[in-house]
Antibody
Framework: QVQLVQSGAEVKKPGASVKVSCKAS????????IHWVRQAPGQGLEWMGM?????GNTVYAQNRITMTRDTSTSTVYMELSSLRSEDTAVYYC?????????????WGQGTLVTVSS | DIQMTQSPSSLSASVGDRVTITCRAS??????LGWFQQKPGKAPKSLIY???SLQSGVPSKFSGSGSGTDFTLTISSLQPEDFATYYC?????????FGQGTKLEIK
């Protein structure tokens, strides 16, 4: 079955960077786009960007984000730089339901990132 | 970018009720609309894609309809496990975007 397992919670200071991982299993890693979505405390869902694990091409919602992938371990990474308090949120990776549909059919468990001085 | 607007923002209902949630897109998105359920402390779970197609394993009490700009999610015969927050998502064009959510609470 499709599984997306994310790395653990992080606490960072303002101005630092954070890198969250998402390890995929149960399907052909290079066949489906992976997206990142975040959710601030008590708020809704915000799309951050996507990566095509096959070619590594990306689309970002903002320019502080970098997404990479390691096909040897079926893992996608999302790095967010110049952190500020407003970046405190749960970060989810999610896989397209089919091909490059853009519909987020499968989700990781989430990673809480706390930005605090 | 396409804006998605859900209504109502919150809804109180009783076990056994049938409820409908609406999602409106700021421009036409064909049937490229999905719905998610999220419970506190958990990741969203996909329910419906292509406006009306049930994701595998989702009970038939959930149904969706609509096309263009106006969509609905209907949940029949509410059970305690159905009380959660529901989100719509358009995937017609990048960036994908979500509605602000509808919190379904027990009356």
């Amino acid at each position: 079955q499709v599984q997306l397992v994310q790395s653990g919670a992080e606490v960072k200071k303002p101005g630092a960077s954070v890198k969250v991982s998402c390890k995929a299993s149960g399907y052909s890693f290079t066949s489906y786009y992976i997206h990142w979505v975040r959710q601030a405390p008590g708020q809704g869902l915000e799309w951050m960007g996507m990566i095509n694990p096959s070619g590594g091409n990306t689309v970002y919602a903002q320019n502080r984000i970098t997404m990479t992938r390691d096909t040897s371990t079926s893992t996608v990474y999302m790095e967010l730089s110049s952190l500020r308090s407003e970046d405190t949120a749960v970060y989810y990776c999610a896989r397209d339901l089919w091909d490059s549909s853009g519909f987020l059919g499968y989700w990781g468990q989430g990673t809480l990132v706390t930005v605090s001085s | 970018d396409i804006q998605m607007t859900q209504s109502p923002s919150s809804l109180s209902a009783s076990v056994g009720d049938r409820v409908t949630i609406t999602c409106r897109a700021s421009q036409g998105i064909s049937n490229k609309l999905g719905w998610f359920q999220q419970k506190p402390g958990k990741a969203p779970k996909s329910l419906i894609y292509a406006a009306s197609s049930l994701q595998s394993g989702v009970p038939s009490k959930f149904s969706g309809s609509g096309s263009g700009t106006d969509f609905t999610l209907t949940i029949s015969s509410l059970q305690p496990e159905d009380f959660a927050t529901y989100y719509c998502q358009q995937y017609n064009s990048y960036p994908p975007s979500f509605g602000q959510g509808t919190k379904l609470e027990i009356k």
